[in-house]
């Protein structure tokens, strides 16, 4: 959604200062509601994604509700920003262990936080930034200058590192500063089921062929780093932190591609597992397998 | 430029990306080692920065000098003579 813009985040931001957070969810079914009613063309996008993703046709009260939890979710993403310490972890109430974090680490190969576009991606960055673990977030750049510039300000003062992707580049080279962080045994952190990179492995994806994204794939394949799947669901009125088990990437010159279609296929369904259970909060605000006659396609551009 | 060093080199792509049957000689050394050269991968590519760092303790800072270091075997050692002196 057009959300993404200097002059919207400016005023979100304006809203999380001058309203305590009690009051944003009568707030969010205002604005969700408003946005449901005036984006059709968006609204249609996402009924047929939520129509993939559940199997039923009449998921009405589904779409209004990610209208309505997106808007939550922008408005925690610009008051998190501003908060650190126990304030932010205050906004997490349910934790998964961070074992499998923790055995990544404790091998010095690095980790790689792979979470979809479900709930709010970015407090779970912050959160473990906050807790002291080294951080980069793999990105592509966005179309506002000044969005990148309020990104790089609010991760350089929690010292996250960014790297960001050129998209359009087909070099194999194009991530090496995401290599070198995983050598440096530190956390990646990226989005992995949106069609926006150059590198896509066919895998199937809620009973469709699906391109998914395999830089993780290659990431993981290079620096011996699992590949861990994460979720940061809204429940109720405050987050979850849930970490799955690592999926490990491993295969010979010449039999890679095999290794990871079959890695992408056991991430594929792990994501299944949680969109399945938290179907309003996939945020993709476009249609996402191309499935609706003369519907829009457009916008898979990653945001981390 | 060694001998002794390109030599290295070439064994540390055959233990790193394990490619079998294989012996260093039959690497040339101006060759490319993407597309008609070698024929290495994406893959390949980035455990070629993994194995540099590892084997010679350098490291390859980033796309662009990557692009440069990673030409042909003989490039790949000029980078390591260089970082090491």
Known sequence: MGLYNNISLFFINLFTILVPRPLFPPAAFLWGGLFYLLLAEIRRSVRANLQVVTGRTDVEWLVFSTFYKFSINWCDVMLMMRLKGERLQALINRRSSHRPLDDALAAGNGAILVSPHLGNWELGGLGLADLGYRINVLTFREPDEKVNQMREKVRMERNIGFIYVDRNDTSPLAIIEAVNALRRNEILCLLGERDGSSSTVAVSFFGRCTELPAGAAYLSMASGAPVIPVFVPLEGYRYATLMEEPIFFSGRHGQHADAIKEGIARLAGVFERYISRYPDQWYNFFDFWKIRPGGSSSEPQAKG | ?85
Not at chain 2, 60 to 70: H, M, R, S
């Open chain 2, 1 to 85: 430029m060694s001998e002794d060093l390109i030599s290295k080199v070439k064994q540390m792509i055959i233990e790193s990306l394990r490619i079998e049957g294989m012996s260093p000689d039959e690497i040339e050394t101006d060759a490319p080692l993407f597309g008609e050269g070698l024929g290495l991968d994406s893959i390949d590519a980035l455990q070629l920065v993994v194995a540099m760092e590892k084997t010679f303790g350098v490291v390859v800072p980033d796309a662009a000098t990557g692009t440069k270091v990673f030409a042909s075997v003989r490039s790949m050692a000029d980078f390591v003579a260089e970082k090491n002196q």
